[in-house]
């Protein structure tokens, strides 16, 4: 791997733990607990798009586990990865597919990744009522994925334009 795309890749990952820890000294903003606005998908999103699956998924993977060990403990970064796994996944096929853009693709990203985080939740608590929380978390996964979707569909578009990857 050349010397320049594994500093920019560590740059992306500085980049979307940085996001991660600001996101994390926001005020709550509804009651459903854990809802986020999901900053750190702009950075996979962009890579996804701009440097392909396997960067966005090591830049992911290495963020969930990095953010999980500093700034959480284990029972958060199984939730993170169950929810950032899923939602990659969703998103890498969107991508492959063709047929969607990056608003389209963030956007069911972020309902993937709640819905990953309840299907473990509903397993380590052991009861199936958490279900009930799936319509407002797909509600906000839309509206967080199509935010990012917008801001991650800008960015990639003037790095692509810029040439810097």
Do not use: D, W
């Not at 998103?91 to 299907?119: D, R």
Request: charged share 10%.
């Amino acid at each position: 791997m050349r010397t320049r795309k594994v500093a920019l890749l560590g740059l992306l990952v500085a980049l979307a733990m940085i996001l991660s820890y600001l996101e994390s000294l926001l005020p709550p903003f509804v009651a459903v607990p854990g809802m986020k606005l999901g900053l750190t998908n702009v950075v996979v999103l962009v890579a996804l798009l701009t440097l392909g699956g396997g960067a966005a998924f090591g830049i992911n993977v290495v963020r969930i586990v990095l953010v999980g060990i500093t700034f959480g403990n284990l029972s958060a970064m199984l939730y993170a990865l169950a929810g950032g796994l899923l939602s990659f996944l969703v998103m890498f096929l969107l991508k492959k597919s063709g047929k969607f853009g990056p608003v389209g693709i963030s956007a069911a990203g972020g309902v993937a990744h709640n819905l990953g985080q309840i299907l473990v939740a509903m397993c380590v608590l052991e009861t199936g009522k958490l279900i009930y929380y799936l319509p407002v978390l797909c509600i906000s996964g839309t509206v967080a994925g199509v935010a990012v979707g917008i801001l991650g569909g800008i960015v990639a578009k003037r790095i692509a334009n810029k040439g810097i990857l």
